[in-house]
């Protein structure tokens, strides 16, 4: 019985890449990565970062990537290896998930100190346009969102108003107390406020995903819905 041939450069090649898609197409963390870091590469070709700054985002995109790839394979290793609960299992998965929480914690991090200055001034004239009596806008653009949330739920006749259904009015509501924050914060703040409010929204409309009650669709529906109503309202009454 002959030997099985070593792989050539162009096996290798085609074996990591089949191993990148794999992950890319069972684990969802992992779409969400890449998700993001387009947003963050063309954000900050948009702002024009500089080279040092660029070598930054690309060491931690890379660091979360290369994380949850090492997290998937543990996992998978784990799986094939034990066929019953095994503590010293668990806790081998939970050493790999925690790895893929630093190196995200660590990119949150490095954008926050790339984009912070420049996000903000680039905003800041048009924010201040926007910004007037922004109690009683935030409380138009709520009730805007709820509203055509109702509204479309009754249309397409899927979910109630409070739970199920094309758009997530959770999420709705989330990303349009994001937008109204983010208008309504005073300059010396507006980009810290801002991230966390995106956070926490980001994070209302994750639990709907996780919990079953909307899919990915609906939760991005209602994310844009809520966002571009209190735009809306903004621009038009500010």
Known sequence: MSARRAPNLIDSFNYAFEGIIHVLRTQRNMRLHFAIAFVVIVVAIVVNVTKLELIA???SIA???IAEMINTAVEAAIDIATTSFDPMA???KDIAAGAVLIAAVNAVAVGYLVFANKVANRSADLLDRLRQE????TLAALLLTVFVVIATK???GRGTPLRGGLPSGHAALA???WMA??????DHHRFLISTIALIMALLVAQTRVESGIHSTLEVTY????GALATLAVFQVFA
């Open 222 to 225: 209602g994310a844009l819905l």
């Open 154 to 156: 009754a249309y397409t």
């Open 57 to 59: 985002l690309l060491i």
């Open 63 to 65: 660091f979360v990537l």
């Open 175 to 177: 990303f349009a107390g």
């Open 134 to 137: 922004p109690a009683e806008l």
């Open 181 to 186: 924050a983010t208008y309504a914060a005073g």
């Open 90 to 92: 668990k806790l081998a």
